[in-house]
């Protein structure tokens, strides 16, 4: 694994509501490394995306308090100027929006929004930009570029309008790509497509990548390590493989029990209790997915959970991983078979 890219320290991401601040990102510590996948998986509502925009300043900063520490290549991020901050976004840290059709201003050309970037970033000619455009059009395989090129967002299909995002987000050549659900509305075939140009553009860049994803099948194919959050807390961190094998704390296990994928012929598919709660209803103390496993007994949990390594680069939040077992409904029967 390459030198550390991005360390993420103790971040707290507080959203002010009627007067009053919430954590959506809650004590948050990461690292990315160079030419690495780092892949964060969770349900919607947990923090994800509010963590991706802490990292590049998208927050409106009036009505929102970060602490901590957000490292790039050893300069804290959330120490710097406006103009500072400008200056690495774009260039250094590259960002794939969530959703292209939004991402995308109608009213502009497909090569007009590639070349912004470079316009600010780069010393090129207006005949070097275009010419680099269209270059980064066809290293995301897209056919007919100069044509694609001179058209509107509206005239292209949901996958061509990824990659153009995706295109934007490499104008520059960043050394960090943030990938907000990068195959969100695309179908099978698109998805798969989007994931191995990223992976192929990471190596020939040997950026480090942070994938943010509801696929588990994208995780398992495209990423290095895997970060569970859920509630604005990292509840499990390892290697994939590790994780896939034997993932430890419940919430984890319920995402992968949830997931049909997973699911055994004879089996029935998990579901999970409740729902994730929003800011103003959020528990703060002990472990906050104990509420949704109302059958694990208090005493299983933490009072105070923090993220400890329970083996060589896995680590899990609170004590609750121990002795759990899922509950199939029957009084008094454990779930041995997935325990």
């Given at each position: 694994?390459?030198?550390?890219?991005?360390?993420i320290?103790?971040l707290?991401?507080?959203?002010?509501?009627k007067?009053?601040?919430?954590?959506?990102?809650?004590?948050?510590?990461?690292?990315?490394?160079?030419?690495?996948?780092?892949?964060?998986?969770?349900?919607?509502?947990?923090?994800?995306?509010?963590?991706?925009?802490?990292?590049?300043?998208l927050?409106?900063?009036?009505?929102t308090?970060?602490?901590?520490?957000?490292r790039?290549?050893?300069?804290?991020?959330?120490?710097l100027?406006?103009?500072?901050?400008?200056?690495?976004?774009?260039?250094?840290?590259?960002?794939?929006?969530?959703?292209?059709?939004?991402?995308l201003?109608?009213?502009?050309?497909?090569g007009?929004?590639?070349?912004e970037p470079m316009?600010?970033?780069?010393?090129?000619?207006?005949?070097?930009?275009k010419?680099?455009?269209?270059?980064?059009?066809?290293?995301?395989?897209?056919?007919?570029?100069?044509?694609?090129?001179?058209?509107?967002?509206?005239?292209?299909?949901?996958?061509?309008?990824?990659?153009?995002v995706?295109a934007?987000a490499?104008a520059?050549?960043?050394r960090?790509?943030?990938?907000?659900?990068p195959?969100?509305?695309?179908?099978?075939?698109?998805?798969?497509?989007?994931m191995?140009?990223l992976?192929?553009?990471?190596?020939?860049m040997q950026?480090?990548?942070?994938?943010?994803?509801h696929?588990?099948?994208?995780?398992?194919?495209?990423a290095?390590?895997?970060?569970?959050?859920?509630a604005?807390?990292?509840?499990?961190?390892?290697?994939?493989?590790?994780i896939?094998?034997?993932?430890?704390?419940?919430?984890?296990?319920s995402?992968?029990?949830?997931?049909?994928?997973?699911?055994?012929?004879?089996g029935?598919l998990h579901?999970i209790?409740?729902?994730?709660?929003?800011?103003?209803?959020?528990?703060?103390?002990?472990?906050?997915?104990a509420?949704?496993?109302?059958?694990v007994?208090?005493t299983?949990h933490?009072?105070s959970?923090?993220?400890q390594e329970?083996?060589r680069?896995?680590?899990?939040?609170?004590t609750?991983?121990?002795?759990?077992?899922?509950?199939?409904?029957?009084?008094?029967?454990k779930?041995?078979?997935?325990s």
């Amino acid at each position: 694994m390459g030198k550390a890219l991005l360390e993420i320290e103790n971040l707290q991401t507080s959203f002010r509501i009627k007067g009053t601040d919430y954590a959506a990102v809650d004590d948050v510590s990461l690292c990315i490394h160079e030419d690495e996948v780092l892949a964060i998986v969770g349900e919607s509502g947990c923090g994800k995306s509010a963590l991706a925009l802490s990292i590049i300043g998208l927050h409106e900063p009036r009505v929102t308090d970060l602490r901590g520490a957000i490292r790039f290549e050893g300069e804290n991020l959330l120490e710097l100027s406006r103009k500072k901050l400008n200056e690495i976004r774009g260039k250094e840290i590259g960002m794939v929006f969530q959703d292209p059709m939004t991402a995308l201003n109608p009213l502009l050309t497909i090569g007009s929004q590639i070349e912004e970037p470079m316009k600010y970033h780069m010393d090129l000619s207006r005949i070097a930009r275009k010419e680099r455009a269209l270059d980064l059009l066809r290293r995301v395989g897209i056919r007919d570029e100069a044509l694609v090129h001179a058209r509107y967002p509206h005239e292209l299909s949901g996958g061509m309008r990824q990659r153009v995002v995706i295109a934007i987000a490499l104008a520059c050549n960043p050394r960090l790509l943030i990938a907000d659900e990068p195959t969100t509305a695309l179908d099978v075939t698109i998805q798969a497509q989007i994931m191995e140009l990223l992976k192929t553009l990471q190596s020939e860049m040997q950026s480090g990548i942070l994938l943010i994803t509801h696929d588990l099948g994208v995780v398992a194919e495209t990423a290095d390590r895997v970060a569970v959050m859920y509630a604005g807390q990292i509840v499990e961190l390892a290697e994939v493989d590790d994780i896939f094998a034997r993932p430890l704390h419940p919430y984890t296990r319920s995402l992968f029990q949830s997931n049909p994928a997973k699911m055994p012929r004879k089996g029935r598919l998990h579901v999970i209790q409740g729902r994730v709660p929003n800011l103003e209803n959020l528990k703060r103390e002990g472990c906050r997915f104990a509420d949704r496993v109302p059958w694990v007994p208090k005493t299983e949990h933490a009072r105070s959970p923090v993220l400890q390594e329970v083996k060589r680069g896995h680590f899990v939040r609170c004590t609750c991983y121990k002795n759990f077992h899922f509950n199939t409904g029957r009084s008094g029967e454990k779930d041995v078979a997935t325990s």
